[in-house]
């Protein structure tokens, strides 16, 4: 953007003058904001032209020191031109350092970012979890791909971040990255953060997000049917492998428990609740919400059954659960084999917790929401929106209710 400016050279008087010849000053203002520095020259005050800005006369002295102006006039304009050709902000202060060959280093986006990584990592375990290291080093690492992709640069100075760096960032993540719409959103939500800790500290003066808008699509959740439970549950396996995982995604169809939950479950996790039976009492790695689960009977069949499992004693865990990807891996295999035409993941077992399991059996959306460790009872919510079957129950004791 081609930024207008003015240059003005004056006299400066020093305190207490008296006579003499007075030091020729020069300031620049850009946006009705002023920087000035000294021309190091001098001239007697009557022989100064206020109004042009120049000194008065035709001897060789003034044409010199004229001309000497015009000179620096000229650099000023050469590097108003410069910074303007490289996208560099306009202002009276870089200007004038650009004038003096002292540019200052701006604060670079992927040096900011490697630094709040940085930062989380050293706090994994404590105020954060791993998944959301990963998490974050995805997101530098799509940033930085897009820098190359777009500027052919490793690096950018965070000044130029503007509003159509955020929109190309976005087109990026969805066009070559081949990302959904809330993936590329929650890429540039991470982003955002990047964004919030420069204008907190001061490097940044105006958000590149002022008008950018961005929205999560509600996403249909996979959860499981009361009739395709029992078909797992019910289904022999051959394969003590599958088994096995099947038990671990039971226990968490009727726990709500995520993965990570499972995986890190111990013995100490589960105490006796205030109606005397067993409950797991266990915040939730993911938002550090506590969660209180009263435990059902098929839960507690599955916690019982591998109570001497080698893996469960040696790790001193509830179940013997393998990694995610395994678990996906089998679960899929379970889908097929019990004839179930779903997208089966191990997060489709939280899902199926609050819809088959609790919603439609009647349990407060409050209490589940509770035992499901959300932070806002609209997340909850979700799941009741895609509760068709439920509204067709509910519905059904309507007509029954009005026949009388």
């Known amino acids: 953007m081609n930024i207008n400016f003015s240059i003005l050279f004056y006299l400066k008087k020093p305190k207490n003058y008296l006579s003499g010849p007075v030091p020729v000053y020069l300031r620049v203002t850009v946006a009705g904001k002023r920087a000035e520095l000294t021309t190091g020259r001098a001239i007697e ?103 190359a992709w777009k500027f052919g640069v490793n690096d950018i100075d965070i000044q130029k971040i503007d509003h159509a760096f955020i929109t190309d960032y976005e087109h990026y993540l969805r066009s070559v990255r081949k990302c959904s719409n809330n993936t590329a959103v929650k890429y540039i939500k991470n982003f955002g953060k990047i964004i919030r800790i420069c204008l907190a500290n001061g490097w940044l003066s105006s958000s590149p997000f002022l008008n950018y808008k961005s929205r ?16 797992i549950a019910e289904k022999e396996f051959s394969s003590e492998r599958l088994s096995q995982v ?100 191990f997060h489709a077992a939280r899902h199926t917790f609050a819809t088959t399991i609790t919603l439609l059996n009647g349990v407060p959306m409050e209490s589940v929401s509770k035992m499901l460790g959300h932070t806002n009872l609209r997340t909850t919510q979700h799941y009741a929106k895609i509760l068709d079957v439920k509204v067709g129950e509910d519905m059904q004791k309507l007509r029954e209710r009005l026949k009388l």
């Open 45 to 147: 005050p009557n022989k100064w032209n206020s109004a042009a800005g120049r000194a008065l006369g035709t001897k060789e002295a003034v044409r010199s020191l004229n001309a000497y102006l015009e000179n620096l006039q000229g650099k000023l304009y050469e590097a108003h031109r410069q910074l303007v050709n490289v996208g560099d902000p306009v202002t009276a202060e870089s200007l004038k350092n650009k004038f003096l060959g002292k540019e200052k280093k701006g604060k670079m986006l992927v040096g900011i970012f490697k630094e709040h990584n940085k930062r989380i990592e050293d706090l994994v375990g404590d105020e954060f979890s791993a998944s959301t290291l990963e998490r974050y080093t995805t997101s530098l690492k799509h940033t930085q791909e897009f820098l």
């Open 246 to 345: 099947r038990d671990i995604f039971l226990f968490s169809c009727f726990t709500g428990l995520a993965y990570v939950d499972v995986q890190k479950l111990r013995y100490t996790d589960i105490q006796k609740g205030v109606d005397g039976e067993q409950w797991v009492y266990k915040n939730r790695q993911k938002t550090d919400i506590p969660s209180r689960i009263p435990l059902l009977p098929t839960a507690l069949r599955i916690i019982n059954k591998y109570k001497q499992h080698p893996q469960c004693i040696h790790e001193g865990r509830v179940l013997p659960v393998p990694s995610n990807q395994k678990l996906n891996a089998y679960l899929k295999e379970i889908a097929d084999l019990c004839g179930i035409n779903k997208q089966l993941t």
């Open 216 to 231: 999560i699509r509600t996403v249909e959740r996979v959860f499981l049917s009361e009739e395709e439970l029992q078909r």
